[in-house]
C-alpha cells in the first residue's frame, strides 16, 4: 500500500506542476468545478478533461488492482450535510484541501498555510466530536 501512496502523491505533484508551467493555473478541484460551471466551455476543455480524468481513473487502476470493497455505516443525512459543509468551507476559505495543500503550500503561501492548518483541526475536532461525545 505504501508504494501505491508513493506512486500517486508522485503523480499528484507531476500533475500540479505541468498544469502550474504549462497553463499558468494552481491545481484546486473545487475552483477548477466552479470555473467548468460558470463559465462558457469554450474556455475550459483542460478542466472538462480534467474532471473526466478524475472520474474514469478508478476504472484504469482497477484494471490493474482490484478496487477496495468500501462500507458506508454513516446515515446518509449526515453525509449530505457533511459534503455540503465542505463545499461551503472551500467557497469560504478561497480553496480546498487540494488547492491549499498541495499547492500553496509547495508555494509557501502564507494564506494556504493557515487554511490547511484550520482544515485539519476542524478534522480533528470533528472526528472527536462524533467519535466521543455523538456515539
Known amino acids: 500500500?505504501?508504494?501505491?501512496?508513493l506512486?500517486?502523491?508522485?503523480?499528484i505533484g507531476i500533475a500540479v506542476s505541468l498544469l502550474l508551467l504549462f497553463n499558468g493555473k494552481v491545481?484546486?478541484?473545487s475552483g477548477i468545478l466552479g470555473e467548468l460551471f460558470n463559465n462558457p466551455l469554450s474556455k475550459n476543455y483542460w478542466r472538462l478533461f480534467f474532471?473526466?480524468?478524475l472520474l474514469i481513473?478508478?476504472?484504469i487502476y482497477s484494471i490493474f488492482h482490484p478496487i477496495p470493497l468500501i462500507e458506508i455505516?454513516?446515515?446518509k443525512l449526515l453525509i449530505i450535510v457533511g459534503?455540503?459543509?465542505?463545499g461551503f468551507g472551500s467557497r469560504l476559505g478561497s480553496?480546498?484541501?487540494s488547492g491549499h495543500g498541495v499547492c500553496g503550500l509547495a508555494r509557501l503561501s502564507v494564506r494556504s498555510f493557515i487554511a490547511t492548518m484550520t482544515f485539519i483541526f476542524f478534522g480533528f475536532v470533528t472526528v472527536y466530536v462524533i467519535q466521543k461525545l455523538l456515539i
Open 83 to 86: 459534503g455540503l459543509l465542505v
Open 1 to 5: 500500500m505504501v508504494i501505491q501512496s
Open 27 to 29: 491545481l484546486g478541484v
Open 51 to 53: 474532471v473526466l480524468g
Open 57 to 59: 481513473s478508478p476504472l
Open 7 to 11: 506512486i500517486g502523491g508522485s503523480i
Open 73 to 75: 455505516s454513516s446515515n
Open 95 to 97: 480553496g480546498c484541501t
